[in-house]
């Protein structure tokens, strides 16, 4: 039988790396959300972020929690631009145009990231990277957090609430959810949709970017690393309900919750087995994502 | 008398094939002017075109004297043209207040907005009710009042409204064209498009009839409720 301590362990990482998946989701997310693109490049932003912060880091000197920001911004822009270079003109294009752009410009970004930064596996040190806390220790018993997993999961809880935050406050995340519900009513009460399509995109990408980023200290960056969280990003915004923002962030808790739980009873590389099975149950039997709600 | 919104030759399409043929309407401030025709004569169409909906004009389209022809669709509404879409077009994920406030997106001003809810909880109290709901969780009826209280909302100086009673139970018609000339009333240039062309003809001050993208019949509204041509096409008696 596992123990209490165990459980609560198991329990503890599912939710440090949950908190990741379920920022990373939220741009994915986002993007859906808004413009109604699947984006299949979009964790390459993950990637593009996890190297801004190790250049910040390696030539500025700056702890990849603080370059997570700067990874943001750069993501941001370099979102927005791509929009209107790209997603834009195919915005009312056949899906399998869009199907065709967005897996192109995957590979796109994964081959630019081998001939910039080349194949190397980058990574930093930090101080706080091999210390962690030890909780409720008794005897031989305690539960441990790494201090680069807490710092992470906290940076993702509030760049995750900040989102939240500005969608619901603020006159342009308002606008922005109009655009997302019925981009024609929205254009009539004066809202510039394409604007809103090139903040969310930029806004997207800039939130997984830096979801790449505050990983760093116990990730190692590389151009593939994209390829790692693309189906798990998917799987929890499918799981959560395409679209929604609240949803990418429960998907992406019971992702990292799934898989850390799933490593109790099977074997590590199989921890995705859980996970893919639940996913395509959820697919036959509630496709519209477990948070959903109807409307009439 | 000058017009309000003065529309001349204005021709229209989608992309292919011309949907409105050379156009010529106005309509004067505070009047309230219903377009009637068939299912396909291009009423949506036209009101599209007045709202820089419809991708491609030849014409031109002035609102109280500006050209607004070329505008793109989310210029229009700080003019004071507030445009109530057929089938309603609610935000389905949110509430109704939220819904409200997104009317007055245009007006950006905080003060007005609040000004503006009470007003549209005066006209349609049923709102009050459901303000904290979420939108499309409404009766059809409950969204054309959303529908028309987020118009209001921007303060317009002309009302817009496409098939207001399109699928609503008779009493709920009824009770939405109360509103609406209460709203008239108020000083509100209403542009309505309506197939229950009884109702329409009976709110109106003037209406034109629109068959096959063209005008075929203007005048005011109580003599076209008399012309026989209307009667037998449009009224079945």
Redesign the interface.
Known sequence: MQTIYTLTQTLVDGLLIGGIYAVISIGLSLVFGVMHIVNFAHAEFLMIGMFVAWYAWAWLGLDPMLGAFLALGVTFLLGMGMQRVLIKPILAAPQVAQIFLTVGLLFALENAALLLFGADYRSVSTPYQTEALSLFASGGERIIVPYAKLFAFLMALGLGASVWLFLQRT?TG??M??TA??A??????????DRMYMLAFGLGTGTTAFGGAVILPYITASPTVGSQYVVLMFTAVVLGGLGSVAGAVVGGLLVGLIQSFSALVLPIQLQNLILFVIFIAVLALKPEGILS?R?? | MTALLEIAGLSGSYGQGEVLHDIDLQVGAREFLAVIGANTAGKSTLLRAISGLLPQVTGRIAFDGTDITALPANRIPALGIAHVPEGRHVFPMMSVEENLRMGAYALDDRRRADRGIERVFGLFPRLKERRRQLAGTLSGGEQQMVAVGRGMMLEPRLLILDEPSLGLAPMVVEEMHDRLLEIHAEGVAILLVEQNVGLALDCADRAYVLASGRIELQGPADELARDDRIRQAYLGI
Do not use: S, V
């Open positions: 006159r308002q606008a959810r109009a519900q019925d024609t009513a929205a254009r009539l009460m004066g809202i510039d949709t709600r409307t009439g």
